[in-house]
């Protein structure tokens, strides 16, 4: 018996080779976008442009015009002493005519020098008080307040003493002060006290002029 061919075995197939692909990168293109340009900004409407109102002044406070439109009393004349004790410092005085020229010095003594202060003051407060009532017509109570210094100097440099004490007062109240007790004024208050002061200043004064015109001989 012949032997039955043995089948050649069936040729092994080859697995064909898988071609790896190469891993293509991703590209991200970042692109820029151009930036958006801003809308133009529209401007804010100006307003317009109110000025401002004027501020109020303080209010200062009013002193009654009935007060100030009353006139002033009458200062009584009153006796003239034969000692101006209290009226003039006769030390301070003194030293005035201690500036008269010998020379000068004629029969019943001239002193000049000393008589043209004297007569020169006079004329100053004089007219200070007729300035003195024109403030309290105003009424202004700076003004009479500085008239008070003014004339309180001048006096006290001839040593007329209750007239310096007087406008010193009166400077005070100007300044809405009573310093004597240490107090405030209200206007309409001080104003009254410094009507009654004008009186007794101008009465003072009256004294003491006639004093010493009768020093000098001129008394008429």
């Given at each position: 018996?012949?032997?039955?061919?043995?089948?050649?075995?069936?040729?092994?197939?080859?697995?064909?080779?898988?071609?790896?692909?190469?891993?293509?990168?991703?590209?991200?293109?970042?692109?820029?976008?151009?930036s958006?340009?801003?809308?133009?900004?529209?401007?804010?409407?100006?307003?317009?442009?109110?000025?401002?109102?004027?501020?109020?002044?303080?209010?200062?406070?009013?002193?009654?015009?009935?007060?100030?439109?009353?006139?002033?009393?009458?200062?009584?004349?009153?006796?003239?002493?034969?000692?101006?004790?209290?009226i003039?410092?006769?030390?301070?005085?003194?030293?005035?005519?201690?500036?008269?020229?010998?020379?000068?010095?004629?029969?019943?003594?001239?002193h000049?020098?000393?008589k043209?202060?004297?007569?020169?003051?006079?004329?100053?407060?004089?007219?200070?008080?007729?300035?003195?009532?024109?403030?309290?017509?105003?009424?202004?109570?700076?003004?009479?307040?500085?008239?008070?210094?003014?004339?309180?100097?001048?006096?006290?440099?001839?040593?007329?003493?209750?007239?310096?004490?007087?406008?010193?007062?009166?400077?005070?109240?100007?300044?809405l002060?009573?310093?004597?007790v240490?107090?405030?004024?209200?206007?309409?208050?001080?104003?009254?006290?410094?009507k009654?002061?004008?009186?007794?200043?101008?009465?003072?004064?009256?004294?003491?002029?006639?004093?010493?015109?009768r020093?000098?001989?001129?008394?008429?």
């Amino acid at each position: 018996m012949s032997a039955s061919p043995v089948a050649s075995p069936a040729p092994a197939r080859v697995a064909e080779p898988v071609s790896a692909k190469s891993p293509v990168p991703e590209v991200v293109a970042k692109a820029k976008s151009p930036s958006p340009t801003p809308a133009p900004e529209t401007p804010a409407p100006v307003a317009a442009e109110v000025p401002a109102a004027a501020g109020t002044p303080a209010t200062e406070a009013k002193v009654a015009e009935t007060s100030a439109a009353e006139p002033l009393p009458e200062a009584e004349e009153e006796p003239l002493p034969e000692d101006p004790e209290g009226i003039i410092n006769m030390e301070i005085f003194s030293q005035i005519q201690d500036m008269d020229d010998d020379d000068d010095d004629e029969e019943g003594g001239g002193h000049e020098f000393s008589k043209g202060i004297v007569w020169g003051y006079f004329e100053q407060a004089e007219n200070t008080f007729k300035q003195m009532e024109e403030a309290i017509a105003e009424p202004s109570l700076s003004k009479l307040s500085s008239l008070g210094h003014f004339l309180k100097g001048s006096s006290a440099a001839l040593g007329i003493v209750k007239v310096q004490d007087s406008c010193e007062k009166m400077q005070h109240y100007g300044n809405l002060r009573d310093e004597e007790v240490g107090a405030a004024l209200k206007e309409d208050e001080a104003l009254k006290r410094i009507k009654q002061l004008l009186v007794d200043c101008k009465r003072d004064y009256a004294v003491a002029s006639r004093w010493l015109r009768r020093l000098y001989g001129d008394d008429e």
